[in-house]
């Protein structure tokens, strides 16, 4: 593979001493899927890590660290990182770093903090290597709570500890400016350098603060400053070296050119990235050894394979959060699924742009059978990604019984939740389509339809063509999945515990 991100460091080039040999034929027996996959993938040795690391694309390893690894360790090593790579780790933290919180769980906002976040990642990749008997270097972060098929939203939430909130100023206390700066420099000298340090990195969260004394060690401050070099305009922020306990660093993809050259190129990467697992997932399935190598997770990280009955067990909130990252996610127009409609109506296939988020459409069944509780909480998280994205054009709300009896343009989360949401009539979701097409709207990224899902044939039919993604308040019944399966729509069910996927 070809990529075009910047290497972070120099490549020193692999030393004489060290041998992977013996270490590629263990990689190959124990993990078959990720050693096919990392062939593809570029080996950087520097002494700029401390250990090893990713910044989803390039893998980087430090001489010493693996000199001293037994063959079985090494190939661990390489088999962990290109586990980052493949569940886009490094682009997923871009993310959450940029929207500023990791999800909402209920009204409550969960922070984002980058090293409880690196630690949720290897929690998940350790726990699915281990389990196919790979060895483990020591000082290792493995959690019985924690499975191969555990999700890294349910890893974060329950590491999470939400930050203390300062107490109220007292004016009475504080006095003036003075004497609060002269406070707020005696609380800083309190803290000593690591809390500085916690600061700059964005911490926050107590049990990431537990990791950082045995993170530290061999992290002296001289390697930090190595670790910072050669990285452009990255921000602090975004490729410090880790201290959340393993023994690798996680950073961000770097690109050159303008913004938009930056997010042509990442699209790329992605591209390259998602078609290389695609073709790993064949490999393994044209030799029978796919369910033994390969979990349910990775098969959602390709392309073709991701967009199948396949895709990983995840909770709804986190999938619809997923169609909505994909819909404003960087890059090229993306023909992979044309639009039935637009062409039959119009002669003409409109490609769904992605880069920039020109519109999202949110049409609500408003009939009196939907469950208001689920959708209460599908508008929260519709509500955090049309903060997230900022669309050009916003998003469209439509209200829609057996037609659409109200639109709305909202530009903000809070806009939305403020909707107050009717409660009347029949469904005949076909008729936000229709609406759309009569309104001449054809720029949206993504058309989501929540319903309970009592639709006619040719609702059906009609969605289907449209390419929405459905949202539906409960498991579908027999009927319903027939028609899903049937009209290749994708559908998300919004329940705790849904039986179908």
């Known amino acids: 593979m070809q990529f075009k991100a910047i290497p972070l460091f120099k490549d020193e080039g692999q030393p ?5 040999a013996e270490t590629y034929v263990i990689f190959s027996n124990e993990s078959s899927g990720d050693y096919i996959f990392s062939l593809g993938l570029p080996l950087i040795w520097t002494h700029s890590v401390t250990r090893a690391g990713t910044d989803g694309v390039y893998t980087y390893l430090n001489p010493d660290f693996m000199r001293d690894l037994s063959a079985a360790e090494r190939a661990f090593v390489l088999a962990h990182e ?14 959450y770093r940029e929207r500023g919180f990791f ?34 270097p020591d000082d290792c972060l493995l959690d019985a709570r924690f499975s191969r ?50 600061s700059e990195a964005g911490e926050g969260d107590s049990e990431a603060d537990e990791g950082d004394s045995d993170a530290g060690e061999g992290q002296g401050e001289g390697e930090a400053s190595d670790a910072g070099e050669g990285q452009g305009e990255a921000s602090d922020d975004a490729n410090a070296p880790s201290k959340h306990g393993s023994f690798d660093d996680h950073f961000e993809p770097q690109y050159e050119g303008t913004e938009d050259e930056q997010a042509q190129a990442a699209q790329d990467d992605r591209d390259a990235i998602e078609e290389a697992v695609d073709q790993m997932i064949d490999t393994l399935e044209n030799e029978g050894t796919l369910s033994q190598s390969l979990g349910a997770q990775m098969r959602s990280a390709g392309k073709r394979h991701g967009d199948e009955d396949h895709r990983q067990n995840v909770r709804w909130e986190a999938e619809l959060a997923d169609v909505m990252v994909r819909a404003g996610g960087s890059g090229k127009a993306d023909y992979s699924r044309i639009n039935k409609r637009h062409y039959l109506v119009g002669g003409s296939i409109v490609p769904r742009h992605k880069g920039i988020c020109q519109r999202i459409v949110f049409e609500i069944d408003v009939s009196g059978s939907v469950s208001r509780w689920m959708l209460g909480k599908a508008m929260i998280e519709m509500a955090a990604a049309i903060d997230a ?28 939740l403020e909707l107050e949401v009717p409660n ?7 008729a936000g389509v229709q609406w759309l097409e009569d309104n001449g709207i054809t720029d949206a990224d993504v058309h989501i339809v929540f319903t309970d899902g009592y639709l006619d044939h040719n609702d059906w039919q009609v969605l289907g063509d449209a390419g ?3 949202v539906l308040d409960s498991d579908p019944d027999y009927s ?5 399966k049937s009209n290749n729509i994708r559908t998300i069910v919004a329940t705790d515990t849904p039986s179908y996927r």
Request: glycine share 8%; charged share 30%.
């Open 16 to 20: 004489a001493d060290i041998d992977l």
């Open 82 to 95: 290109v586990e980052h790579v493949i569940y886009k780790d490094g682009e997923r933290s871009k993310f």
């Open 103 to 136: 999800s909402m769980r209920g009204n409550e906002r969960i922070e984002w903090d980058a090293d409880l976040g690196n630690r949720s990642m290897d929690y998940r990749i350790n726990a699915n290597l281990t389990g196919l008997g790979m060895t483990m």
């Open 149 to 198: 098929d555990s999700m890294l939203n349910d890893i974060y939430l329950a590491l999470y500890v939400k930050p203390e909130e300062p107490p109220a100023a007292d004016e009475s206390e504080t006095g003036d400016d003075s004497d609060e700066q002269d406070s707020d420099e005696q609380d800083s000298e309190a803290g000593g350098d690591s809390d500085e340090q916690d």
């Open 389 to 416: 994205l900022r669309p050009v054009n916003g998003c469209l709300v439509l209200f829609t019984n057996t037609e659409v009896i109200d639109d709305h343009d909202v530009f903000s989360g809070e806009e939305l």
């Open 424 to 430: 009347c009539g029949g469904t005949r979701m076909a």
């Open 468 to 470: 929405v993604v459905l």
């Open 480 to 484: 319903m999945r027939q028609h899903i």
